[in-house]
Each structure stands twice: as C-alpha cells, then as structure tokens.
C-alpha cells in the first residue's frame, strides 16, 4: 500500500502561486506514474497532468503553462506548481499514483489516492 498525502494548499488572491507537495510512503515511487486531478465543488474529478515514472510530464490540452509537475525522487514527493492562479482554479487538489503509464486521464485508472489539499483563489 503507497499512502500518498498532499500539503501546501491554501486561500490566495488572483494572480497568487502556489506550490502544491504530495508526499509517498510505503513504497519508493520512483518507477510509478503520479497524477494530479482537481474537484471543484459540486463538479466532476478533472484530470491536470501526470509524471510517469520521473522520466516524462503529460498534460492535457485544456492544461496551459501555469500548471507544472515535477518529481523529487529521493524525497519520494512529486509537486504541482501553480502560477498565476484564477478564481476557477479553486478546488480540492488530488494526487493519484498507479504502477502503469496507461489511460493517464482516468481518475478509475489509478490505485492510491491521497485525501485532498484544499485550494481556494478569490478575485
């Protein structure tokens, strides 16, 4: 079992950064896939980007370049920096992790799930 736990979320203004941390125990998470996905109140779980096994990033289309994952193995904690954060960016903040690289966009396709970091942007 690979308990993930996410931190650094918060209330910032429009146009605030945030640096979101997912922190794994239990296993090395070095060969694995570990994803981001949000849920915005009353909303559906949205995919945000994935880094499969430390060597390569994926985002989806409606992802732009204010989003950026990265990985730091040896502290076994991947990162989601968020720029120039806008009042539809808030929701509760996921990491996800499974052993393959495959159907990355699936929130069904992952194994361990962390219980959420709460993000809220205000104009």
């Known amino acids: 079992q690979v308990q993930l736990v996410e931190s650094g979320g918060g209330s910032v203004q429009a146009g605030g950064s945030l640096r979101l941390s997912c922190a794994a125990s239990?296993?090395?998470?070095?060969?694995?896939?570990l994803a981001w996905f949000r849920q915005a109140p009353g909303k559906g779980r949205d995919f945000v980007g994935a880094?499969?096994?430390?060597?390569?990033?994926y985002y989806p289309d409606s992802v732009n370049s204010r989003f950026t994952i990265s990985r730091d193995n040896a502290k076994n904690t991947v990162y989601l920096q968020v720029n120039n954060l806008k009042p539809e960016d808030t929701a509760l903040y996921y990491c996800a992790a499974k052993s393959s690289s495959n159907d990355l966009r699936s929130s069904a396709s992952y194994t361990y799930w962390g219980q959420g970091t709460q993000v809220t942007v205000s104009s």
């Open positions: 239990g296993r090395t998470i070095s060969t694995y896939t």
């Open positions: 880094s499969i096994r430390g060597v390569d990033t």
